[in-house]
């Protein structure tokens, strides 16, 4: 196989020879757009300069980039632009995050905070306490579903309002096989109170006062490292998933040629998806791309909690093995409470038997 080339000016006649017309002075303003990463310069021989040296990563991530740029409707628009074809290549390889997609996504999440207390700051400002939000509420006979006042709760104290639940956004969501919890995975966690995949989100977010600051601080503070970390299992546990059901389902009802492209919302020109973001109403329009990177960022941050559940779990394995000599449960749905009691014995609160590590 043809090795890739590894200067600009390889690049373009590399690219030029798949069909695509690019120019050193375009492939040099696209990265100062940052839709291309800088390259890392190198000493060229002797009396020749220096010179910027493509990886092979950077090479495929400018032929998708010009593959995109020549997409159009039937008007001769681009089909994609802006800072949605930023967040496109992002997800094929990982880059950018600290280079625009980490502060659009705090923008989408700004916004959209906006949007979800709005009725609240309708009746109250600024509401710094759990009884000031219920009062206003009750005094004006404002009604709010149980899902806003889940998130109108968590983001503003940390718990969900009185009567607040997220059981029909995940029944939603696990319709789409957007998020799938196993019964054996619940089952884990029924020691910790937890019976349903509806209440795993709920005590998340009351054990972790996951208010609208924590949720700000935690995105501002994930590198490029933990964003590129989380995309491919973003890629394989959340979009795979939808993807093949909405090809089931297109094939079931005898339509053809559906796309399963959640990023395009399921084939939708971007003018048409800014056109909808654009009519809708709420009290801060959100973009598509900021909603699109919002997305991406919570689901990055899943990833992130989910590592760090993994590195205690696998953590008090190791001191129980190591120190205590205790042999850890071959049962899954054991492995949360042996962890918890291992944690409890470290720190001095509460004496663990069990049989020797063999």
């Known amino acids: 196989m043809k090795a890739l080339p590894e200067t600009t000016q390889e690049v373009v006649e590399w690219l030029g020879g798949l069909g695509l017309a690019v120019t050193e002075k375009q492939i040099a303003n696209d990265t100062v757009d940052r839709f291309l990463p800088p390259r890392p310069v190198e000493t060229a021989p002797a009396g020749r300069g ?69 009725p609240v700051h309708k009746y109250t400002r600024n509401p710094k306490e759990r009884e000031q939000v219920d009062f206003a509420l009750e005094a004006h006979d404002a009604v709010l579903s149980p899902g806003q006042r889940y998130a109108t709760g968590v983001l503003a ?25 196993p019964p054996w995975f619940v089952n884990m966690l ?8 509806t209440e795993i989100g709920t005590r998340v977010a ?20 933990a964003a590129q970390r989380s995309m491919p299992r973003f890629i394989r546990e959340f979009i795979r998933p939808i993807r093949t059901r909405v090809h089931r ?9 559906q796309s399963t492209n959640l990023f395009t919302m399921f084939g939708r020109r971007q003018r048409m998806i800014e056109q909808h973001f654009r009519e809708f109403a709420g009290a801060r329009r959100i973009t598509p791309s900021q ?13 992130v909690c989910f590592r760090i559940v993994e590195s205690i779990v696998s953590f ?8 205590f000599r205790l042999r850890p449960p071959t049962n899954i749905e054991e492995v949360v409470p042996f ?14 038997s069990n049989k020797p590590a063999s």
Do not use: H, N
């Open 291 to 303: 909603s699109l990177a919002l997305f991406l960022g919570c689901a990055m941050l899943g990833d």
């Open 50 to 118: 220096r010179k910027g040296i493509w990886e092979p990563w950077m090479v495929r991530r400018a032929e998708r980039l010009y593959r995109l740029r020549r997409r159009k409707d039937a008007d001769g628009q681009p089909l994609v632009y802006g800072d949605t074809l930023r967040l496109l290549l992002f997800i094929r390889d990982g880059w950018g995050w600290s280079s625009g997609i980490r502060e659009l996504c705090l923008q989408g999440f700004e916004k959209s905070v906006a949007a979800t207390l709005a």
């Open 157 to 181: 104290f940390g718990e969900p309002l009185e009567g607040g639940s997220l059981q029909g956004i995940v029944r939603a969501a696990e319709a789409l096989g957007v998020v799938q919890f």
């Open 316 to 323: 008090t394995i190791t001191i129980a093995l190591k120190v």
């Open 249 to 257: 389902e297109s094939l079931v009802q005898g339509i053809k040629g």
């Open 206 to 225: 009351k054990d972790m006062a996951f208010t609208a600051p924590v949720f700000r601080a935690m995105l501002s503070a994930m590198d490029d490292r």
């Open 190 to 197: 029924q020691p910790l109170g937890i019976s349903s995949a």
């Open 339 to 352: 962890a918890a009691a291992v944690l409890r014995r470290v720190f001095g609160v509460q004496p663990l």
